[in-house]
């Protein structure tokens, strides 16, 4: 559950710094959003996702739903809000593959989830991002009455204590971790995050790789050495891939490998979620990762 978008994606040697015209070299149309994304990418990885979502009546929501319904994805729990516009994202890509974006959320659509749907029979597994709180703590506890697992996407510097104490699993990118708990540096920062909640805590950190605390003690999985050409996106198919991996029984440490495998694959492709690999792909990275260092 979270954020759905629609993303208008441009290649440009340098980020702009002023207020020029600009010509982009490349230019892609595609859907964006923490939680869709992520979805798209379970369904490219082989698994089934259902996707809760907040969009307006209109024609960019239409378009949002239909090439999310193209992915695979089922699209029927999202709810569309009367006289109200969907999320747009103008996002521009450098030579380093790193991102400037700027999106819209419409303040008219309601932050109160009384509608929010019931979570269908057979889930494996509850992923939502940060984006909207309330939403978030009423699903996760109807999941955790239901004993299925709970795994948050903190990359926000919105992300309250309630919220932390509902997940089962925390995964935070630096930034986030340093705005939720005010503290800098590792393992500090997952160790406060832990007095505050008791999930599993991670925290991704780009090329450094990822880090969580297991039985009190810091780990690390080493980011895998990639051409970077895109990162958007990168982290919500880390997310996806890490939630289909908890649902089907993968240990925390052979999760958080697929996982990466997943976003390593993804930022050697331009055009956001459109470059979420495949099932097959990432077991070869994992296979033979040194083919692709």
Avoid: Y
Wanted: glycine share 12%.
């Amino acid at each position: 559950m979270g954020c759905a978008t629609m993303d208008h994606i441009f290649s440009v040697g340098e980020l702009p710094r002023a207020p020029l015209k600009f010509r982009a070299r490349e230019f892609k149309a595609v859907g964006g959003g923490n939680a869709a994304t992520a979805a798209v990418a379970i369904v490219r990885l082989g698994g089934s996702a259902h996707l809760i979502a907040r969009l307006g009546d209109d024609l960019i929501g239409d378009a949002i739903v239909r090439e999310l319904s193209g992915f695979g994805v089922d699209a029927s729990l999202v709810h569309r809000f009367t006289a109200c516009s969907s999320s747009i994202a103008s996002i521009l890509i450098d030579d380093r593959g790193e991102r400037q974006i700027v999106s819209f959320f419409d303040p008219k659509i309601s932050h109160v989830p009384d509608w929010l749907p019931q979570i269908p029979e057979g889930i494996g597994a509850v992923l939502a991002d940060a984006q909207w709180p309330a939403g978030v703590i009423e699903l996760f506890r109807r999941a955790n009455a239901r004993g299925i697992p709970t795994i948050l996407d903190a990359d926000t510097p919105h992300c309250p204590p309630e919220l932390i104490r509902t997940c089962g699993v925390i995964a935070f990118s630096k930034p986030g971790l340093e705005a939720a708990t005010g503290v800098k540096g590792l393992p500090e920062g997952l160790e406060a995050a832990a007095r505050i909640g008791s999930g599993a805590m991670l925290v991704t950190d780009g090329a450094a790789g990822v880090f969580w605390l297991e039985g009190g003690l810091l780990r690390h999985h080493p980011a895998h050495r990639v051409n970077v050409v895109d990162t958007l996106g990168a982290g919500d198919v880390f997310h996806g891939a890490l939630a289909l991996a908890l649902a089907e029984g993968r240990p925390m440490d052979a999760a958080i490998a697929f996982a990466s495998a997943a976003a390593a694959i993804k930022v050697t492709r331009f055009g956001g979620r459109a470059g979420a690999p495949t099932r097959d792909e990432v077991e070869q990275l994992l296979i033979e990762p040194r083919a692709h260092d």
